[in-house]
């Protein structure tokens, strides 16, 4: 099954713009979803089905899939951008979902 | 409003058992797909099993065959029983729901926690 590689980490200045990318997929064709935590709560869905944005997350969140990699941006970062960041593919080779490998946005 | 509160963690030993339990409400749990997802302390998500609008059951590597997913339409439950349990398994687990297989999970519940150890 795939495994899904992302950064330990993402350093980047206020108002700058993050870039996180999730690689290691067996095929491109794949829909890739993208999550947000912050410490002590649930994931939440900020990206899904490669470039949709679920309702209440600002348009500075916006991703992308080409080849074997996917790359979320969050641009004019902020402070409460501050958390970790999972890409998520179904792998229908194995009928099981794979999580990327994690990202800590930090925000200098 | 979508809701998702799990119930049922807590200490067991290793080898023990556990069932844990996913009350649904606002929506029907057999109009989604029901997952549970984990997260080991410090650690990152790991895709634990599903059971689609079927009821058919889908699970991790490593977890198969010592875990079993179910549901219980009349209670709008969705449960998770945890067998052979390893410290490996300690983790906050988490149900998620998705509109569909192989899609993304849109709500989550707040997480419940479950430590093996001796």
């Known amino acids: 099954s795939d495994v899904l590689i992302q950064p330990p980490s993402v350093s980047v200045a206020p108002r700058q713009t993050a870039r996180i990318p999730c690689g290691g997929f067996?095929?491109?064709?794949?829909?890739v979803h993208w999550y947000q935590q912050k410490p002590g709560q649930a994931p939440v869905l900020v990206v899904f089905d490669d470039n949709g944005r679920p309702s209440g997350i600002p348009d500075r969140f916006s991703a992308s899939n080409s080849g074997n990699t996917a790359t979320l941006t969050i641009s004019r970062v902020e402070a409460g951008d501050e958390a970790d960041y999972f890409c998520l593919v179904w792998d229908s080779s194995s009928d099981q979902f794979v999580f990327g490998s994690g990202t800590t946005v930090t925000v200098l | 409003e979508v809701q998702l509160v799990e119930s049922g963690g807590g200490l067991v030993q290793p080898g023990g058992s556990l069932r844990l339990s996913c009350a649904a409400s606002g929506f029907s749990v057999t109009t989604n797909s029901m997952n549970w997802v984990r997260q080991a302390p410090g650690q990152g998500l790991e895709w634990v099993s599903l059971i689609d609008t079927s009821g058919n059951s889908y699970y991790a590597d490593s977890v198969k065959g010592r875990f079993t997913i179910s549901r219980d339409t009349s209670k709008s439950t969705v449960d998770l029983q945890l067998n052979s349990l390893s410290p490996e398994d300690t983790a906050v687990y988490y149900c998620a729901r998705g509109p569909e297989v192989g899609s993304y999970f849109d709500y989550w519940g707040q997480g419940i926690l479950v430590t093996v150890s001796s």
């Open positions: 067996n095929s491109g064709t794949k829909s």
